[in-house]
């Protein structure tokens, strides 16, 4: 899902730019991703469910079939540069 500015998105191999609040749906399986673009950037982001527990196991942030509290970090958003 583009939140926000443009982005692209892949699934199965066909890619697409999008915009803001357009929403990829990806298959079971299906090999996907997504990133920003243009020079404003855009925010990209990737739900998933039911959740990827194998994933999840080969974190720290599951030990003894229970999850953990990870340390949590505020990021920094920069603008880019304009040209």
Not at 42 to 54: K, T
């Given at each position: 899902m583009t939140l926000a500015g443009q982005g692209w998105m892949y699934i199965d191999g066909k890619r697409v730019n999008t915009d803001t609040l357009d929403v990829a749906m990806a298959t079971v399986l299906a090999r996907h991703g997504g990133g920003s673009r243009g020079d404003e950037?855009?925010?990209?982001?990737?739900?998933?469910?039911?959740?990827?527990?194998?994933?999840?196991?080969?974190?720290?942030?599951?030990?003894?079939?229970?999850?953990?509290?990870?340390?949590?970090?505020?990021?920094?958003?920069?603008?880019?540069?304009?040209?």
């Amino acid at each position: 899902m583009t939140l926000a500015g443009q982005g692209w998105m892949y699934i199965d191999g066909k890619r697409v730019n999008t915009d803001t609040l357009d929403v990829a749906m990806a298959t079971v399986l299906a090999r996907h991703g997504g990133g920003s673009r243009g020079d404003e950037g855009g925010f990209v982001v990737g739900f998933c469910a039911p959740p990827e527990i194998d994933l999840y196991m080969k974190t720290a942030y599951l030990k003894d079939g229970k999850f953990t509290r990870p340390k949590f970090t505020k990021l920094e958003l920069k603008k880019p540069d304009s040209k």
